[in-house]
C-alpha cells in the first residue's frame, strides 16, 4: 500500500477511526478501497450478466427521456473521473509529485463509468425494464462515497481549509450524479415493444415490475388493495406468467421423461447385444426393431443376462423432474445459504452490544453503528428468505402443474390392459394428492442440507462460547427428538381412528337426510339421534386423545429451548469454578438456541414428508411408464380398394398377458353399405368395433379404415358442458345442419323440455338426461361430426321402441340422412334386419357367417337360432314399449306430443284392441310409479325436468356469496361469532385460559428476567455465593412454565372439544326437528357439508389455530413488555408499529381469504375434467379430438394456477413487511439501549434485545393465524345458522298427553280443512270436510296432483293446517305432540327407504317388542324364508339404503313393521311400478286379514286393489269429487267410472 499511496498518507490510522469521537477513514483507504470496491463488483458481475442477457432477450425498448437521462450522466461522470486524471498529469508537468494512487484510481473509475454507460444501452435493447445490477453499483458507489463526502466536509471545515480545489469540486459533481443516477435507477423503463405484456388484457406487474419492487414483492400491492376494498373475483386475477403456464412448463418436463426412456431402452438393448461375442445379424435387429419370427431368443438372452448382471433399469422419472426444474430450484437452494450465514450474523453482534454497554469509555458511535448493522443484517435475511421462498413455491407449483399435465397426457393413450390397473379414483389421486404432495415437498426440501448445515454452525458458536458444556444441551434436545417422534406416530393413528369414526357419521348422517321423511313418518327421530350421538361421543374421545398428546408436544416445544439452555448453563456453572456466567454468553447462547430449535422441529417432518413423495414418485413413475396405445395397428390412408373398411386375419386381444378376444376375422364393407354386426351376448361385437378404433392390441392381421370415424359407444360419454357444445363437439356451429341432426335424433321435443333448451347445462356423466337422452345426444355428435365412416355400437338398445324405430328409419337405415356413408351397426333389435346391405353373425370371437338376411334364413345356420331365441324377446321388448310410450307422453305436455306418438303406435299393425286397453292399464300403473323425486318431476309435467338440478346449482354459489359477503363485513359480525364460540366453550373457561396463558408468559418472562439478574453477578464479583440458588430459580420458574404450558394446553382443548360437543348437538337436534318443508328446499349436499366440512373445521382446525394464535400473541405481548420495562421510551414506538401492523395484516386478511376460496373452487374442475376424460378416453380418440382436450386440461389447471400464484406471493408481500416492523422493533430496542446506556446493565440490554430477535416470527405467525381464524370461525357461523333454523311443533306437549289406549275407536273426521305445502303456494287441499267411522275401509283415487299424498301428510301432521282441523277419536290431532301423534298411526310409504343396520333395527329401533313379536311379524309379512335362510337371522345386516334386498323384499320389510306397531289406524301409500305384482297380492292380502278391524286409508293405483273397499274418496283438484261406495259411484258414471272404465273394471 506504501507504495501506491507514499509515505505521507498512511492507510490506515487506529486512533483516528476506532477511538476517536468523531471518526474518519484515512485518504488512502478512501482512494484505494472504498473507490474500487463498486468497481470491482462490477467488472466481477458484469460478464455472467452479459451472457445471461444475451440468453435472455426480451426485444428492446424504445429510447426514452429516462434513458437519455441515464446515458447523459454516465458520460459526465466518465468525463469528471478523467477531468482528475489530466489534472493529476497536468500537476506532473508542474513538478508536482502525487503518488500512483491518483493516477489509478480516477482511471479505473472512469473505465467502470463507461461500462456501466455501456451496460445502459446494452439493457435497453435486450429489454430490461429496469436493472438490479447497475441499481447494486450506483448504492455500493453511493455508499462508499458518504465517507469522503464527510471527511472533505471536516477537512474544509477545520483550520486547514480547502486544500484541493479542483478534486473537491470534482468530487461533489461526482456525488450528485451517481446519487442522481441512484435515483434514475429505480424508475421503471417502458415495456420492450412487441412484448406480451402490451397485448394481455390483465397482465402480472411482476414482469413489468422494478428491482426494488420485485425485492420487496411491492408490485403485489395493488391486488391486496383492490381485495380489501371487495372481494376478489376470479376476472380480477392477473394471468399466469408465461414461464409458468402449462405450455411451457409440461412440454419441458415431458422432454426430459423421454430422454430418460429413450436413453434406458438404448441401454437395455447395449447390454444385451455387449453378450454375444459376434450375435448372429438377424437377432440384433429384432431387438432394435422388434417384432418378426426370430422374437423369442434375445428376450431369452435378456432374461439371462439380467440374472447375471444389474436388472434392467427402468427410467427413473426423478432424473427427469431434476433435469427439468433442478436449475431454478438451486437459484433458491443458493439464497438459502446465504440466509443460513447471515442468520448467524446477528448473535455476534448481540454479543459486540453487549460487550458495548459494559465499557464505560468508548464512544457512543459504536453502540448506533452496531443497531443498525443489526437492523440491516435482518432487513437482508429477510429479503433473502422470501426470495429463497418465493423460488421454491414456483417450483412445486411448476412440478405441480408439469406433473398434472403428464399424467393427463398419458391417461389419453394409455393401453386397455394398463387402464384396466388402475381404477378411475387412483388415477385421479395420482394427479390431486400425489402431485400436491410434490408440491408441498419442494417447499422445504432445502431444508435436507440446511438444517444439519445450521445446527453444526449454531453448536460451532456455542462451542466458542461455552466449551465442552454445550454437549449437555444438545444432548437434552437429542432426547427430545424420539418423544417427539413418538407422539407424532401416535397422532397419526389416533388421526386415521378418527377418520374413520368420521365416515362413519357422514354415512349415517346421510342415510337419515335421505329418509328424514319416513323417520318423522315412523317417529323414530330420537333413535337415530342417539346412534350419531354414540359415534360422535367415540370420536370425540379420539379427539380428546390427540388433545392430550397435542398438548404434550406443545409443551416439549415450548419448553426445548429453556430444558437446553437450564443444563446447559447448569452444567457450565458446575464443571468448573472459574466459569463465569456473564450477559454475553448466556444471552448469545440463548440467541443461538432459538436459533436450533427450527432446524431440529423441521427435520423430522421433511424426512417423513420425503418418505410420502418418494412413494407418490413410484406411483407416478409407474403409471407413466405403462404401455401406450400402437397409433399405426389401423392405417388410416388405404386408397387402394374400394373397401372402406377392411380387416384380414385378424386377432385381437384386450391384453397380451391374456388369451385372444377376436380369431380370425375377415371383414370387408364396401362403400356406402350399412353392416349390421348380431350375435348372443358377450360374442365379441363391442370388440370388434374397438379392434376397428385400435383400441384392442393387434396380435396379427391388417386393419385399414379409409377417411375419418364416427364412433357412438354402447354406454353414452357425455361431457359436463351445455347440450349444444356436447352435440358440436368442437365443430363449428351450422344452425341448418344443426337442426337437421336433432330432427333426425328425435331430440327436437326433448329441447322443449329442459329448462335452458340446448343451452341446458348437462350434469356430470348426463345425470339429468335420462339414458335414452344420453344415447341420441351421442348419435347427434356422430352425425354432426360429419364423418365417412360411422361405428355404432349398439345404439337403440337405451331408447325406446318407437323412438328406435324413428331414428332407424330417419337416420341409420337405407332412406336415413347417412345413407352414402359405410355404416357398421351392432344391434340386438331383430325388425331392423330386414332393412339392412348385410349382416355378420358372431360366435364365441370368431365371424359364423355373413351375407344378406334373405341369404342367412336360407342357410338356417348361428344366425335363424339367433331369431329363434330374440323373437320371443323382441314381442315382450314390444309391450315394454308401449308401456314406456306412455310414460313418455307424461313427460311431454300433452298437445305438444301425443299425435306424433299415436302416428308412430298406429303405424305397427301388431298393436290390436286388447294391447291397446292392456296399455291403458299399465298406464293408470305407471303414471305414479318409480321412486319420489322422478315421480314429483312426472307429476308437474315438463317445466320441471331439469329444475331441481338447476336449483342446487344455481344456489350453493349463491349461499357461499352471501356467507362470504357476511364474512367480510369487518368489526361487528366477527365479534359476535367469536362470542358464540366463546360461549360454546363457556364464558368462565374462556377467561380461566386466558389467564393461564397469561401466567405462563409470566413465568417464561421471570425466568429470563430471573437470567439476567444472575449474569449481573459476574459484574459484582458475587458469583460464587449463590449458584446453587440461582440455577434451583432459575429451573423452578421455567419448570413452571413449561407446566403452565400443558395446563392451558390441556383446558383450551377440552373447551374446543367441549364446544365442539355443544355445536354439533345443537345442529343436531335441530336438524331433527325442522319441519320436512325445509328439506324440500334445500339440497341435502348443502346439509351434509355442514356435518361433515364444518364440523370438521370445529373439531380439529379451529382448536389448532386458536392455540397457535394465542401462543404468538402472549409471545409478542411479553416482548412488548420486556422491552418497555427495560427501555421505558420504547413505548412511544409501539404505537406507530402497532398501527402499520394492523394496516397490513387487514390487507392481507380480506385478500388472501378470497384467494384461497378462488384457489379451491377453480381446482376441482380438474378433476372432474379428468376423470370425465378418462371415462371418454376412446370417444375422443375415436373423433380424435385429444390436443383439445389436452389444451382444455391445460386451461383448467392455469385457471387454477392464476389464483394459487397471487396467494404465494401474498404471504410473501406479508412476510416482507411484518418482518420489517419485526427489524424495526430489533432496532429501537437495540438503539434505546444504546442511549440508555449509562443507567442500563448489560443484562437487561441483553434481554431486551435478544427478545427482539425472536419477535419477528411470532408476528408473522400471528397475522396468518388471525387470517386462519377467520377463515375457520366462519364454520361456527355456518353450523349456528343452520341450527337456529325454524323447527316444527314439539315431539310432545306434556299437559295434552292423549291416554295411551287412544285411539280405541279409529274415527277420523276431517272439518273444512285446507292445507298448503309452503307459505306462499296455493292450497292442495280445500276446504275438505268428512267423516270416517272406526273400522272403514277407505279407498282414495284422483287424476296425478289431485292432492292424494298431501292427504296423509296431513294426518302426520307433516304439513300442518292452512285452515280447519283433524280429529281422531275426538282429540284434536293439532294440540297434541308431534311423536304422541306419530306414534300412533302406521303407514306403509310408497317407497321402501331401509337403513344401514340390522334387519332387526329397522323393524324395531327402539328395541320395544319381543323377539317373538318380531319374528311373527316377519312371518305374517312373508319374509320368514327369507331371513330364516340368512345365517344372521334377525341380525342380518343391510347395506346403505337395503341395497342388498331386492325391492320387493324392502316393500315386504315395510310391512313388516307395520305389522309390528298395529295400530288403529293404518295409513296405505300403494306403492306402484317398484313392485311385482305378486309382492303386491301377499301386501293386500296381509292387510286384509291381519287389519280388519282397523281403519285403512289406501291411496290406490290400481283400482280393483279397492273395489271392495266401504267407500271411496275421489279428490279433483284439492277438493272432494265424489264420496261414496264403489259399486255406488260407477253406476253414477262420474269420474271413477270414467277411470274404472280405462281399467276395464267397467262396461
Request: charge should be neutral.
Amino acid at each position: 500500500m506504501e507504495r501506491l499511496c507514499g509515505l505521507e498518507l498512511p492507510f490506515w490510522v487506529a486512533n483516528e477511526t476506532f477511538h476517536g469521537d468523531r471518526p474518519d477513514l484515512p485518504e488512502c483507504f478512501q482512494l484505494s478501497v472504498l473507490s474500487w470496491l463498486p468497481c470491482i463488483y462490477l467488472w466481477v458481475a458484469s460478464p455472467i450478466y452479459l451472457f445471461y442477457l444475451k440468453r435472455n432477450n426480451k426485444g428492446y425498448i424504445m429510447m426514452s427521456i429516462l434513458n437519455r437521462f441515464k446515458t447523459v450522466f454516465g458520460l459526465l461522470l466518465w468525463i469528471i473521473c478523467w477531468t482528475d486524471l489530466f489534472y493529476t498529469f497536468h500537476e506532473l508537468r508542474q513538478g508536482h509529485n502525487q503518488p500512483p494512487i491518483y493516477f489509478i484510481t480516477p482511471l479505473v473509475l472512469g473505465m467502470t463509468m463507461l461500462l456501466a454507460t455501456f451496460l445502459i444501452q446494452f439493457e435497453r435493447l435486450h429489454g430490461v425494464q429496469s436493472s438490479g445490477v447497475l441499481l447494486i453499483f450506483w448504492f455500493l458507489s453511493v455508499v462508499c462515497a458518504i465517507v469522503p463526502f464527510r471527511s472533505k466536509i471536516l477537512k474544509a471545515s477545520s483550520e486547514t481549509g480547502v486544500t484541493d480545489t479542483l478534486r473537491f469540486t470534482t468530487f461533489y459533481f461526482y456525488f450528485s450524479l451517481i446519487a442522481c443516477e441512484l435515483i434514475l435507477c429505480c424508475l421503471n423503463e417502458k415495456p420492450p415493444l412487441f412484448s406480451n405484456v402490451v397485448t394481455d388484457p390483465n397482465p402480472c406487474p411482476e414482469t413489468t415490475a422494478g428491482f426494488l419492487s420485485t425485492m420487496t414483492f411491492w408490485w403485489f400491492t395493488s391486488l391486496a388493495i383492490k381485495g380489501y376494498k371487495m372481494p376478489l373475483e376470479a376476472k380480477d386475477l392477473w394471468s399466469l406468467n408465461k414461464r409458468d403456464s402449462s405450455q411451457v412448463m409440461v412440454p419441458k418436463l415431458l422432454k426430459e421423461w423421454e430422454k430418460e426412456q429413450t436413453k434406458t431402452k438404448s441401454e437395455q438393448n447395449v447390454s444385451s447385444q455387449a453378450t454375444y461375442a459376434k450375435p448372429p445379424p438377424s437377432t440384433t435387429n429384432h431387438i432394435a426393431g422388434g417384432g418378426g419370427a426370430g422374437e423369442s431368443s434375445p428376450e431369452e438372452v435378456e432374461v439371462l443376462l439380467s440374472n447375471q448382471k444389474v436388472p434392467s433399469r427402468h427410467p427413473s422419472f426423478l432424473h427427469a423432474l431434476i433435469k427439468a426444474f433442478g436449475p431454478y430450484f438451486l437459484i433458491g437452494s443458493a439464497y438459502k445459504l446465504l440466509q443460513d450465514v447471515i442468520t448467524f450474523v446477528n448473535p455476534q453482534l448481540l454479543r459486540l452490544l453487549i460487550s458495548f454497554t459494559k465499557q464505560k469509555d468508548v464512544p457512543v458511535w459504536w453502540g448506533y453503528t452496531l443497531a443498525f448493522l443489526m437492523f440491516f443484517t435482518a432487513l437482508l435475511q429477510t429479503i433473502i428468505l422470501h426470495h429463497h421462498f418465493q423460488y421454491c413455491f414456483v417450483t412445486g407449483m411448476n412440478v405441480r402443474t408439469s406433473l398434472i399435465g403428464a399424467i393427463y397426457r398419458k391417461a389419453l393413450v394409455i393401453t386397455n390392459a394398463a387402464k384396466r390397473s388402475s381404477t378411475v379414483g387412483e388415477v385421479v389421486n395420482l394427479m390431486s394428492v400425489d402431485a400436491q404432495r410434490f408440491m408441498d415437498l419442494t417447499t422445504f426440501l432445502n431444508m435436507l442440507w440446511s438444517a444439519p448445515l445450521q445446527i453444526m454452525l449454531a453448536l460451532f458458536f456455542l462451542w466458542q462460547n461455552l466449551g465442552p458444556s454445550v454437549l449437555a444441551g444438545v444432548a437434552v434436545m437429542i432426547m427430545l427428538i424420539p418423544f417427539n417422534a413418538v407422539i407424532a406416530m401416535k397422532t397419526r393413528a389416533y388421526q386415521v381412528e378418527q377418520m374413520q369414526y368420521k365416515d362413519a357419521r357422514i354415512k349415517l348422517m346421510n342415510e337419515i337426510l335421505n329418509g328424514i321423511k319416513v323417520l318423522k313418518l315412523y317417529a323414530w327421530e330420537n333413535s337415530f339421534k342417539e346412534k350419531v350421538l354414540a359415534i360422535r361421543q367415540k370420536e370425540l374421545n379420539v379427539l380428546r386423545k390427540t388433545a392430550y398428546l397435542g398438548a404434550l408436544s406443545t409443551m416439549a416445544w415450548t419448553s426445548a429451548p429453556f430444558l437446553v439452555a437450564l443444563t446447559t448453563f447448569a452444567v457450565y456453572v458446575t464443571v468448573d469454578e472459574n466459569n463465569v456466567l456473564d450477559a454475553e454468553k448466556a444471552f448469545v447462547s440463548l440467541s443461538l438456541f432459538n436459533i436450533l430449535r427450527f432446524p431440529l422441529n423441521m427435520l423430522p417432518q421433511v424426512i417423513s414428508s420425503l418418505v410420502q413423495t418418494s412413494v407418490s414418485l413410484k406411483r407416478i413413475q409407474n403409471f407413466l411408464s405403462h404401455d401406450e396405445l400402437d397409433l399405426d395397428s389401423v392405417d388410416r390412408k388405404n386408397t387402394a380398394t374400394d373397401f372402406t373398411v377392411t380387416v384380414v386375419n385378424g386377432k385381437f386381444t384386450w391384453d397380451k398377458e391374456e388369451p385372444p378376444v377376436l380369431h380370425n376375422i375377415n371383414v370387408m364393407v364396401p362403400q356406402g353399405s350399412l353392416l349390421a354386426v348380431v350375435g348372443q351376448v358377450g360374442c365379441g361385437k363391442s370388440s370388434l368395433i374397438s379392434a376397428l378404433l385400435g383400441e384392442m392390441e393387434k396380435l396379427e392381421g391388417e386393419v385399414s379404415i379409409r377417411g375419418s370415424v364416427a364412433y357412438v359407444p354402447q354406454q353414452a360419454w357425455i361431457q359436463n358442458a351445455t347440450l349444444r357444445d356436447n352435440i358440436l363437439f368442437g365443430k363449428s356451429y351450422n344452425e341448418q345442419k344443426y337442426r337437421c341432426v336433432l330432427e333426425a335424433c328425435a331430440l327436437t321435443p326433448d329441447l322443449e323440455v329442459l329448462p335452458g333448451g340446448d343451452m341446458t347445462e348437462i350434469g356430470e356423466k348426463g345425470i339429468n338426461l335420462s339414458g335414452g337422452q344420453r344415447q341420441r345426444v351421442s348419435l347427434a355428435r356422430a352425425l354432426y361430426s360429419d364423418a365417412d365412416v360411422y361405428l355404432l355400437d349398439d345404439p337403440l338398445s337405451a331408447v325406446d321402441a318407437h323412438v328406435s324405430k324413428h331414428i332407424f328409419d330417419n337416420l341409420i337405415g337405407p332412406e336415413g340422412v347417412l345413407k352414402g356413408k359405410t355404416r357398421i351397426l351392432v344391434t340386438h333389435g331383430i325388425s331392423f334386419l330386414p332393412q339392412v346391405d348385410n349382416i355378420m353373425v358372431m360366435v364365441d370371437g370368431r365371424v359364423s357367417e355373413m351375407g344378406s338376411y334373405q341369404e342367412l334364413l336360407d342357410q338356417n345356420g348361428a344366425f335363424s337360432e339367433f331369431l329363434r331365441n330374440y323373437s320371443l324377446d323382441d314381442i315382450v321388448e314390444e309391450d315394454e314399449a308401449t308401456d314406456e310410450l306412455m310414460e313418455e307422453e307424461e313427460f311431454f305436455p300433452d298437445d305438444a306430443l301425443s299425435n306424433h306418438h299415436t302416428d308412430m303406435v298406429d303405424n305397427e299393425p301388431v298393436i290390436n284392441e286388447a294391447k291397446k286397453s292392456f296399455m291403458r292399464q299399465i298406464s293408470i300403473v305407471s303414471s305414479e310409479g318409480e321412486n319420489p323425486r322422478s315421480r314429483s318431476v312426472r307429476r308437474h309435467g315438463c317445466s320441471q325436468r331439469k329444475h331441481p338440478e338447476s336449483q342446487e346449482k344455481k344456489k350453493p354459489q349463491e349461499v357461499e356469496k352471501l356467507i362470504q359477503a357476511e364474512t367480510t363485513e369487518t368489526g361487528r359480525v366477527k365479534t359476535k361469532v367469536y362470542l358464540e364460540y366463546a360461549k360454546a366453550v363457556g364464558l368462565l373457561l374462556s377467561v380461566i385460559i386466558c389467564l393461564l396463558y397469561g401466567c405462563q408468559s409470566a413465568a417464561a418472562i421471570g425466568a429470563n428476567i430471573w437470567l439476567s439478574q444472575w449474569t449481573n453477578d459476574a459484574s459484582r464479583n458475587q458469583t460464587k455465593e449463590n449458584v446453587n440458588m440461582r440455577v434451583g430459580v432459575y429451573a423452578a420458574l421455567g419448570i413452571a412454565q413449561g407446566i403452565l404450558v400443558m395446563i392451558s394446553s390441556f383446558t383450551l382443548a377440552m373447551g374446543n372439544i367441549g364446544a365442539a360437543k355443544k355445536l354439533h348437538a345443537n345442529l343436531l337436534a335441530n336438524k331433527l326437528h325442522t319441519p320436512q318443508s325445509f328439506f324440500d328446499t334445500t339440497p341435502i349436499g348443502r346439509i351434509i357439508n355442514r356435518f361433515s366440512k364444518d364440523i370438521y373445521v370445529i373439531d380439529e382446525a379451529l382448536p389448532s389455530t386458536v392455540l397457535m394464535f394465542l401462543g404468538t400473541f402472549f409471545v409478542s405481548l411479553s416482548t412488548m413488555i420486556v422491552i418497555v420495562s427495560s427501555t421505558p421510551i420504547f413505548a412511544v414506538v409501539i404505537a406507530p408499529l402497532a398501527f402499520i401492523y394492523v394496516f397490513v395484516q387487514r390487507f392481507y386478511v380480506a385478500t388472501s381469504r378470497q384467494l384461497k376460496r378462488l384457489e379451491s373452487v377453480s381446482r376441482s374442475p380438474i378433476y372432474s375434467h379428468f376423470s370425465e376424460t378418462i371415462t371418454g378416453s376412446s370417444v375422443i380418440r375415436a373423433y380424435s379430438r385429444h390436443t383439445a382436450f389436452v389444451l382444455m386440461s391445460d386451461m383448467k389447471v392455469d385457471e387454477n394456477q392464476k389464483s394459487y400464484y397471487p396467494g404465494i406471493v401474498s404471504n410473501r408481500w406479508l412476510g416482507v413487511r411484518i418482518e420489517f416492523i419485526g427489524n424495526c422493533i430489533v432496532l429501537f430496542a437495540a438503539l434505546f439501549a444504546v442511549t440508555g446506556k449509562e443507567s442500563l446493565n448489560p443484562g437487561l440490554v441483553g434481554l431486551s434485545v435478544s427478545y427482539a430477535l425472536q419477535v419477528t416470527m411470532s408476528l408473522n405467525w400471528m397475522v396468518r393465524m388471525t387470517s386462519d381464524l377467520e377463515n375457520n370461525i366462519v364454520a361456527v357461523e355456518r353450523v349456528k345458522e343452520y341450527s337456529e333454523t325454524k323447527t316444527e311443533a314439539p315431539w310432545e306437549v306434556e299437559d295434552k298427553k292423549p291416554p295411551p289406549e287412544w285411539p280405541a275407536q279409529g274415527n277420523v273426521e276431517f272439518h273444512d280443512y285446507s292445507v298448503r305445502y309452503r307459505e306462499g303456494l296455493d292450497l292442495v287441499l280445500r276446504n275438505i270436510t268428512l267423516n270416517v267411522k272406526g273400522g272403514e275401509k277407505i279407498g282414495i283415487v284422483g287424476r296425478t296432483g289431485a292432492g292424494k299424498s298431501s292427504m296423509t301428510l296431513c294426518l302426520f301432521r307433516l304439513l300442518e293446517a292452512a285452515a280447519g282441523e283433524i280429529t281422531i277419536d275426538d282429540v284434536k290431532i293439532s294440540e297434541i305432540g308431534l311423536h304422541d301423534l306419530r306414534s300412533k298411526l302406521t303407514i306403509i310409504p310408497q317407497e321402501p327407504v331401509l337403513f344401514s343396520g340390522t334387519l332387526r333395527m329397522n323393524l324395531d329401533p327402539f328395541e320395544k317388542y319381543t323377539d317373538e313379536e318380531v319374528w311373527k311379524a316377519v312371518e305374517h309379512s312373508h319374509l320368514h324364508k327369507f331371513v330364516s335362510n340368512q345365517p344372521a337371522k334377525l341380525e342380518l345386516e343391510c347395506s346403505e339404503g337395503g341395497e342388498n334386498l331386492s325391492v320387493g323384499q324392502r316393500q315386504l320389510v315395510c310391512l313388516a313393521r307395520a305389522l309390528l306397531r298395529k295400530t288403529r289406524i293404518l295409513i296405505l301409500d300403494e306403492a306402484t311400478a317398484a313392485i311385482d305384482l305378486e309382492t303386491d297380492d301377499l301386501i293386500q292380502s296381509t292387510i286384509r286379514t291381519q287389519f280388519e278391524d282397523c281403519t285403512v286409508f289406501t291411496i290406490a293405483h290400481r283400482l280393483n286393489t279397492i273395489m271392495d273397499y266401504t267407500r271411496v274418496l275421489v279428490l279433483d283438484k284439492g277438493q272432494i269429487a265424489e264420496f261414496d261406495s264403489p259399486t255406488n259411484l260407477i253406476s253414477k258414471r262420474g269420474i271413477f267410472y270414467s277411470m274404472a272404465k280405462d281399467a276395464g273394471l267397467a262396461q
